[in-house]
Structure formats: C-alpha cells, structure tokens
C-alpha cells in the first residue's frame, strides 16, 4: 500500500531547491518512446508532440 504520495503544492520551489534538471536525468528520463515500420526510436519530451498521431 502506497503512503506519502500526493499531490506536491510547492512543485516549482521543489524542482529549484533540489536542482533537478531532467535533460540531464539519465536514470530517469523524460523522453518518450514512439514506434514505426517496425522500430522503435526516442524522442526528447519537448518534441514528442510532433510525433503523436492526434485526431
């Protein structure tokens, strides 16, 4: 059973006190993986949007 977890009211304060950089983040990234004809490939968060197929 999960305890602790919630809903952070201070995110922003969190991020800059820690100094997180999630670019840098090789354990734990941030980017997204797409497939097509077959494979698979990355895509940085920031770019994943242009990879999406939305209606």
């Keep these: 059973m999960f305890d602790g977890y919630d809903?952070?009211?201070?995110?922003k304060e969190v991020i800059e006190q820690?100094?997180?950089?999630?670019e840098k983040d090789t354990v734990n990234t941030?980017?997204?993986v797409?497939?097509?004809k077959g494979?698979?490939?990355t895509?940085?968060?920031y770019?994943?949007?242009?990879?999406m197929h939305t209606i």
């Design 7 to 11: 809903i952070c009211e201070n995110e």
């Design 18 to 22: 820690i100094g997180y950089e999630k």
């Design 30 to 32: 941030s980017w997204s």
């Design 34 to 36: 797409f497939c097509a």
């Design 39 to 41: 494979t698979s490939f």
């Design 43 to 45: 895509v940085p968060w």
């Design 47 to 51: 770019e994943a949007e242009n990879y």
